[in-house]
């Protein structure tokens, strides 16, 4: 069984930076893809970046030129650097690993951003 834990999340002022990490039980390498995901009480959950194995990435329309993700695979993690946080940021942030077979999920961790 695949564990994935965040950490990182936070209440940050608008304009301020965040980190969120995600650690995987197992070798990340052998995911071909992980993301990010969000989800608000009103909104669906939402793919905000991804990153695959050879390290090709994509973001949401709304994070692009502030969030970066990356993936450290001798720690077996995979970060999201959020800059220029703003309100319409907070939610609860989730990790998504997929090897071919299976979707991975991680429990969230909540990110506030006050104006």
């Known amino acids: 069984q695949v564990q994935l834990v965040e950490s990182g999340g936070a209440l940050v002022q608008a304009g301020g930076s965040l980190r969120l990490s995600c650690v995987a039980s197992?070798?990340?390498?052998?995911?071909?893809?992980m993301g990010w995901y969000r989800q608000t009480p009103v909104k669906t959950r939402e793919l905000v970046a991804g990153?695959?194995?050879?390290?090709?990435?994509d973001y949401a329309d709304s994070v692009k030129g502030r969030f970066a993700i990356s993936r450290d695979n001798a720690k077996n993690t995979m970060y999201l650097q959020m800059n220029n946080l703003q309100p319409e940021d907070t939610a609860v942030y989730y990790c998504?690993?997929?090897?071919?077979?299976?979707?991975?999920w991680g429990q969230g961790t909540q990110v506030t951003v006050s104006s």
């Open positions: 998504h690993a997929w090897d071919y077979i299976t979707n991975y």
């Open positions: 197992r070798s990340i390498f052998s995911f071909n893809h």
């Open positions: 990153i695959t194995r050879g390290d090709s990435t």
